[in-house]
């Protein structure tokens, strides 16, 4: 145990690989730490971005299946800074939770509106993703 609270007790940010080495640390939490904790490098895929992502880039599919999840991961890690990571996590998780909600997003009052694929006339016509729904 020693040997990974000094994995977290630190002054050198620990990174998502080396945190995954903890014992029932996975993916997602070795991210958040890296992120919350450290400011560094962390991608947060929770169910607010997987939202926001899927409609924000237009990824379609069954959430959970891993094509989706691939292509929801590699969309965070090609957006998350390397440093100075924490307000940029914690962003999106309040976009998601306030304004990019499950059942109404409240597209007038996001920043973002203009460069959604969701927004564009044509794909909310034709959009369908099952996260949506969820
Ligand atoms: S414009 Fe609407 S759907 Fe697109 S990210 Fe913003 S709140 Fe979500």
Redesign the pocket.
């Known amino acids: 145990m020693l040997r990974y609270q000094s994995l977290i007790v630190t002054e050198k940010p620990a990174d998502v690989k080396t945190l995954q080495e903890i014992p029932g640390v996975g993916r997602y939490t070795a991210e958040a730490i890296a992120s919350f904790a450290f400011n560094t490098f962390g991608s947060i895929v929770d169910g607010n971005v997987k939202?926001?992502f899927c409609?924000?880039f237009g990824i379609e599919g069954v959430l959970g299946t891993l094509t989706v999840d691939k292509q929801l991961w590699n969309t965070a890690e090609t957006y998350t800074p390397t440093i100075n990571n924490r307000q940029y996590a914690q962003g999106l998780l309040d976009?998601?939770a306030t304004?990019?909600?499950p059942k109404s997003?409240?597209?007038e009052?996001?920043?973002?509106?203009n460069?959604?694929?969701?927004?564009r006339p044509i794909v909310s016509v034709n959009y369908q993703h099952q996260s949506l729904r969820k």
């Open positions: 939202r926001l409609r924000y976009m998601g304004l990019c909600k997003p409240d597209c009052a996001c920043s973002f509106t460069s959604c694929i969701l927004t």
